[in-house]
């Protein structure tokens, strides 16, 4: 059985959700949930569901290997990224090749890059008059929101939506789908 490790900066309902899917299933268990923010709701989430958790400064994340070593000792073979706001350094990358994966609440590569998330994404969507919306499920690069797009599920975007709407439709996909493609993914790993 695999074992994923989880970066998220908020809420952290992505990260519930998946540890709850694969809590069931075989394939592979979340073992980890990282959070850049000492007070980010998805740290109560972990505890909740008795996952260990860790806290990590800017310094740590981009100077030295620590989360590196961090990830190493606990055996992690798979990386999601959900609701996780920092650029992923290089020395992450190489360790985790092609094994990062992120969701994004929208038809990449619309409405994407630095500063685009939450909310501004889906108010982004209506001010552009989109007809659908979707999300994005893409594996890791040095750079927001542009690595090799895995799979991307769509909805209707109405006259009637307001950005509230859009995230709860878009939500919904990202709860029904992301966990289905991580099993997807890790399913190919060695
Ligand atoms: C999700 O909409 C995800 O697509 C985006 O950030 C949001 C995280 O929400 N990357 P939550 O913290 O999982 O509730």
Do not use: C
Not at 40 to 58: K, N
Not at 161 to 170: G, I, L, N, R
């Amino acid at each position: 059985m695999k074992k994923i490790a989880i970066f998220a900066s908020g809420s952290g309902s992505n990260a519930e959700n998946i540890a709850t899917y694969f809590a069931s299933n075989d394939t592979a268990r979340v073992a980890l949930i990282l959070s850049n923010r000492a007070d980010a709701p998805v740290l109560q989430r972990a505890a909740r569901l008795g996952i260990e958790s860790a806290v990590f400064d800017r310094d740590t994340f981009y100077k030295g290997e620590k989360i590196v070593e961090l990830l190493s000792a606990h055996g992690i073979d798979y990386v999601v990224l959900a609701g996780f706001l920092w650029l992923v350094p290089d020395n992450l990358l190489k360790a985790y090749p092609d094994k990062i994966v992120n969701i994004h609440p929208s038809l990449l590569p619309k409405h994407g890059g630095k500063g685009m998330y939450g909310d501004r994404v889906h108010r982004a969507v209506i001010e552009s008059g989109d007809k659908e919306s979707g999300i994005t499920i893409h594996r890791v690069n040095e750079f927001y929101d542009s690595g090799s797009i895995i799979a991307q599920y769509r909805v209707p975007v109405t006259s009637d939506d307001t950005p509230e709407t859009v995230a709860a439709k878009v939500h919904a996909l990202e709860y029904k789908y992301f966990p289905i493609e991580i099993e997807k993914e890790i399913g190919k790993l060695q």
